[in-house]
């Protein structure tokens, strides 16, 4: 059984779920190359990866958005136990390259992107 850690707010340490989350970024990252942010706060964590994912963390699990059920209008989510980060990253990545497929950046967040990684340009003077 994992180790709780509780946190007050504005102590300064990490919950379960943000640990788990920070778990789950870290994979995505080193084993997918794929970037996300982490928001957490009440007992809960975010992690965001692209538009329309984010994977929820309590501590003891991820979940995720994977579709919309029209007939009893409402989302269908898939989950995973955080204990297995490798494995939920896994799955996670399926789901993020079938919405990249969908939903691929806009030409401008795309240009953002190369010019941010792109050397400055040095200004000659007058």
């Not at 996300?36 to 009440?42: M, S």
């Not at 799955?91 to 950046?105: E, M, S, T």
Request: aromatic content about 8%; charged content about 25%; proline content about 6%.
């Amino acid at each position: 059984m994992q180790d709780q850690i509780i946190a007050v707010p504005r102590n300064g340490k990490k919950t379960q779920a943000a640990l788990s989350a920070d778990l789950l970024r870290q994979t995505l990252q080193r084993e997918h190359g794929i970037q996300a942010d982490i928001h957490a706060g009440y007992d809960l964590a975010l992690v965001s990866v692209w538009v329309g994912l984010v994977v929820w963390c309590d501590g003891d699990r991820f979940w995720w958005r994977t579709g919309w059920d029209p007939e009893r209008k409402r989302a269908i989510y898939a989950w995973h136990p955080a204990i297995e980060p490798e494995r939920a990253a896994h799955r996670i990545a399926f789901r993020y390259a079938d919405l990249g497929a969908k939903h691929p950046l806009a030409q401008a967040i795309g240009d953002v992107g190369h010019a941010a990684s792109a050397s400055p340009v040095e200004e000659s003077a007058p």
